[in-house]
């Protein structure tokens, strides 16, 4: 496990967009931390990696459950677990079919259902140090 500390929003989207570099078809990433923590921008840094065009705006999916980017080197589906406390709210997603297909999947809010992820998941928890400074995990 790493653990690495951020000074700023930038520095945490560069080091998500070099975690990019690394994924292929079938990744998950859980991404765990309190509101504010910097999960979305994480999740900005990938987008950025994965190179989904810069026009396209990202944002936390959390009514819609789920967006997805398909412009990029590989789809991206971004989902958010913040509003849902069932497992059964998911349900109609069919998480799975995403999980294995051939993008990355990553959630944020992964810690409402940690069962719903594969052995193979890659979890990222991030911690509010500061204003301007976070500690990330993975
Ligand atoms: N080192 C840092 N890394 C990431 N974000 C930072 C950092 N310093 C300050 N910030 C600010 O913290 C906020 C992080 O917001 P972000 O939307 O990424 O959080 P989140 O974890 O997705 O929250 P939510 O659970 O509400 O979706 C942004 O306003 C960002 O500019
Ligand atoms: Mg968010």
């Known amino acids: 496990m790493k653990v690495i500390q951020s000074r700023s929003s930038e520095e945490t989207q560069n080091m998500a967009k070099g975690f990019a570099k690394k994924l292929s078809a079938g990744s998950v990433l859980a991404l765990v931390g309190d509101l504010g923590a910097g999960k979305t921008c994480f999740v900005k840094g990938l987008a950025e990696g994965l190179d989904i065009p810069k026009e396209i705006s990202i944002s936390s999916p959390t009514y819609v459950l789920i967006h997805e980017y398909p412009k990029g ?27 294995d297909g051939k993008g990355i999947s990553v959630v944020e809010w992964a810690d409402h259902f940690p069962n719903l992820f594969p052995k193979r998941t890659q979890w990222i928890r991030f911690k509010w140090i500061d204003e301007t400074t976070r500690e990330i995990q993975c």
Request: charged share 30%; proline share 4%.
């Open 73 to 99: 080197r590989l789809p991206l589906y971004h989902f958010d677990f913040y509003r849902l406390q069932h497992e059964k709210e998911v349900t109609h997603l069919n998480l799975e079919e995403y999980f």
